[in-house]
């Protein structure tokens, strides 16, 4: 208690720490990093005014819309056909979304696709565990590939696994060694890449340890691939994220150019990182710039026009598939399609995958998601969530500045995937919850308090993990946004801890899939309750961050950006809010 006392007391504590770690550079590196957080956080309250106000006017301007609009394509598409023009935009059935409830039933979900997987497996995450778990996993792999090869009409099923290459080589039992089975025996069948960032190389690379080394930079892309179906999420390859580390998990099924998108996307990053081979060595693919050892610039031009190429030559796909479907000459009804065989309903789910690799001067993400907090006007209501809470500096402006309402969720520190690490690790729930105090302060210095809310998310015996935003736009009338991201923090995403390279997903939905709700759709795990709520119920702190109640809150996770509020009330009920199922239980007197 005394080191988080001492933690949150401010930036003094770290660099005190530093001068005492003079053969540590890694975990200086990493005390250092959180240091300057601190101090920077202390200066922004210096220096905050009212004329936060005009942050939105100081702001970029929207990317102005190319393509002319058109009365046939459906209501809201025009107000984000400017991110058309930067990523692909693929039209879904709502029916074809699937929102994901537990960790239990993402690890079932993913067995069950590997099993009856007939032409590809596609593997994206930072790590894959080493406990018996993860060991499930690879097993199923393996009797999938054996299968393939002995069926009556062999498939060829091809298995494609990415992680990190620092954080899957840790210790000597790792990621690596969990897979070399499989590359040993299936070798034309399953390829491993593990990429490794370009900032991490000559000396530095000899003198940061392991995990410390992890914060130069990482491979962050969670992706979840069975043949035509895609699972989206946060949540890596491990036990915790199995079972009791909370996530948010979005299943696309049978959503073919969903699919072939994220393939080369994961093809791409694969094909500029490095190739395990069944020796535990490594390779670079050939006619490749090695990630460390080479030229950084050229590994960089090279990869960037890699993973540029997947992006454009999808886009250009779509928006050919998009005038057709909108613009030609003939439209065929629903009716006509189904005639001729084209059995898919009509789209009322958009889907935009953002892509943040800030190494390869790669920045979708970042750009969009502030020209989505630029535009968030009076009236809109975000829904934010994230489990380690470090706004960047644009972010906290325009949250700050703009007139949206805001709820954010955090992990309370008891959640916090650092709570109980023996040394300095921790700490860090404590800085955590000196950032939240600090911007909280900030609120309430500009009177903002009942338009920004903070609420804080704990459940025994969990730790949480989900990261990503909801917003109900008033001009979109019975649409909503839902931002689902890979990075661990805002400041993660735009590479201000660490470059990592990300995936994120921005899901736009149709009003016509609102009225009335679809039984089968995605928007009943997204639920409509956007309408105010009481805060301050048991469990859940608020801006002074106050212990919880004598309580017991059990959350059922459904969504996407999690429990907001709800009405006090003794005795148990069940209510839905933002995409959350909450059950709450409240000791009755005597």
Not at 31 to 58: E, I, K, M, T
Not at 80 to 107: C, D, K, T, Y
Not at 362 to 385: F, N, S
Request: net charge neutral; hydrophobic share 40%; with cysteine.
């Amino acid at each position: 208690m005394a080191v988080a006392a001492a933690a949150a007391a401010g930036p003094v504590f770290w660099r005190r720490l530093l001068g005492l770690l003079p053969g540590r550079p890694g975990l200086a590196a990493l005390l250092g990093r959180l240091s300057d957080r601190l101090g920077r956080n202390r200066d922004r309250q210096r220096r905050r005014s009212p004329w936060l106000l005009l942050a939105p006017l100081l702001s970029p301007a929207v990317p102005q819309v190319t393509s002319p609009p058109c009365c046939l394509c459906p209501e809201g598409v025009h107000r984000f056909q400017w991110i058309r023009n930067l990523v692909p935009e693929f039209g879904v059935s709502s029916s074809h979304v699937r929102v994901l409830s537990s960790p239990a039933e993402f690890f079932e979900l993913m067995k069950g696709q590997i099993r009856v997987a007939k032409r590809r497996v596609v593997m994206a995450s930072l790590y894959l565990g080493t406990g018996p778990l993860e060991q499930e996993l690879v097993d199923c792999l393996e009797g999938t590939l054996e299968k393939s090869l002995q069926a009556k009409f062999p498939s060829n099923l091809k298995v494609s696994i990415l992680l990190d290459f620092t954080r899957g080589s840790r210790g000597r039992k790792n990621s690596r060694t969990m897979l070399l089975p499989l590359l040993q025996r299936f070798p034309e069948q399953v390829r491993v890449s593990l990429f490794h960032t370009p900032h991490l190389r000559g000396l530095l690379r000899l003198l940061i340890p392991e995990r410390f080394n992890e914060t130069i930079g990482l491979q962050h892309i969670k992706v979840y691939l069975f043949d035509n179906s895609v699972i989206l999420s946060g949540a890596n390859l491990s036990d915790s994220y199995f079972t009791n580390r909370q996530d948010r998990y979005v299943f696309l099924q049978d959503c073919v150019e969903i699919a072939d998108f994220f393939t080369e996307l994961v093809d791409a990053v694969g094909d500029v990182s490095l190739q395990l081979q069944g020796d535990d060595t490594v390779q670079v693919v050939d006619g490749m710039v090695h990630p460390y050892k080479g030229d950084r610039a050229e590994y960089c031009k090279a990869a960037n026009k890699r993973v540029m190429d997947v992006i454009n030559s999808a886009r250009t796909r779509q928006q050919m598939l998009h005038a057709q479907t909108f613009h030609g000459n003939s439209l065929l009804t629903q009716e006509d399609a189904a005639a001729a065989g084209d059995r898919r309903p009509a789209p009322d789910t958009w889907i935009y995958p953002l892509i943040q690799m800030k190494p390869f001067e790669i920045q979708i993400d970042e750009m969009v998601t502030e020209t989505l907090l630029t535009e968030a006007e009076r009236g809109a209501k975000i829904y934010l969530t994230t489990g380690y809470f470090n706004l960047t500096q644009a972010y906290m402006d325009l949250v700050l500045g703009t007139r949206a309402e805001y709820q954010i969720l955090l992990a309370s520190p008891e959640v916090n995937g650092f709570f109980g690490a023996k040394g300095v690790a921790g700490a860090i729930p404590a800085a955590y919850v000196h950032i939240e105090r600090q911007f909280y302060s900030e609120v309430c210095s500009l009177g903002q308090q009942e338009r920004v809310q903070l609420q804080e998310y704990w459940r025994r015996g969990w730790t949480f993990h989900a990261k990503g935003a909801r917003a109900a736009l008033p001009e979109v009338r019975g649409g909503v946004l839902c931002h689902l991201r890979a990075a661990e923090s805002p400041g993660e995403a735009v590479g201000e801890d660490g470059d990592s390279t990300d995936q994120e997903l921005l899901l736009r939905t149709d009003r016509s899939s609102f009225l009335p709700f679809p039984p089968e759709g995605w928007q009943q795990s997204l639920s409509p309750f956007m309408g105010s709520g009481c805060m301050g119920s048991p469990g859940l702190r608020q801006g002074q961050l106050q212990p919880p109640h004598q309580a017991e809150l059990q959350f059922e996770w459904l969504g996407i950006d999690g429990v907001a509020a709800w009405p006090h009330c003794p005795g148990q009920q069940h209510i839905r809010f933002c995409g959350t199922r909450v059950n709450i239980i409240v000791p009755q007197p005597g």
